[in-house]
């Protein structure tokens, strides 16, 4: 907890069951362009948002699968893209893909990390809104379609669902800072992901603490007794 407190990475690895994948994790409203520049030059994968629940049904976003149906009447090819065999998991946490309205391009490390800054610190300045006034200032400041993605958790957190999402709003919640997490996957020269045991060295060369899905489960139950 003390080096996502400290706006440093940790890796997290879901399980061999799941994806069986190791993502770079940092508290958003720590996230830097050094952040994005690490993340894409030895993460490789998706650079991605993660929140809670709670902000997204505050915001009012929806679940790109859920939208997707809504209006696949008038896009029918939406019917037929329809993402019902994802092979580890029942449904997508993909929402909303938005960049902060004072980027250029959106797709830069100053962009991306500027994006996900503020989009902690709308977080925090929307706490004690209702809804049609988060909505209004989440409006003001950023658009969307963008270049960050945001995925949403479950509403019951590890109780619901096991994946990267949950796991990082978990660590965000039991150490104190904003529900929004920046994520990546990280990738291996092989086109696979870097297997566990190549992410534990990667960990231990850079100084990273390397957790676990089931340790983050482990402390989770510890800390919402």
């Not at 060295?201 to 990273?208: D, G, I, T, V």
């Amino acid at each position: 907890m003390t080096d996502l407190q400290h706006g440093k990475f940790v890796l997290v690895y879901d399980s061999e069951n799941r994806e069986g994948e190791t993502d770079f994790v940092i508290a958003s409203q720590f996230v830097t362009p050094e952040s994005i520049k690490r993340m894409r030059q030895d993460g490789g994968g998706l650079i991605f948002l993660m929140t809670s629940k709670e902000v997204a049904d505050q915001l009012q976003m929806p679940f790109l699968a859920n939208l997707y149906s809504d209006i696949s009447d008038n896009y029918p090819v939406l019917k037929e893209l329809v993402p019902d065999d994802i092979p580890y998991d029942t449904k997508s946490s993909f929402s909303l893909y938005i960049n902060h309205r004072e980027t250029f391009t959106g797709i830069t490390d100053h962009d991306r990390s500027l994006t996900m800054q503020k989009f902690a610190e709308l977080i925090k300045r929307i706490k004690s809104l209702d809804s049609d006034l988060a909505i209004k200032e989440f409006g003001r400041e950023f658009r969307s379609p963008g270049h960050v993605p945001i995925c949403v958790a479950s509403k019951n957190l590890l109780n619901e669902r096991r994946g990267h999402t949950e796991f990082v709003i978990a660590l965000m919640q039991m150490a104190g800072l904003v529900s929004a997490g920046g994520g990546c996957e990280i990738m291996g020269n092989n086109g696979k992901a870097l297997s566990k045991e190549d992410t534990m060295r990667y960990a231990e060369k850079n100084n990273f603490v390397f957790l676990e899905g089931k340790e983050i489960v482990k402390a989770w139950k510890q800390w919402s007794k």
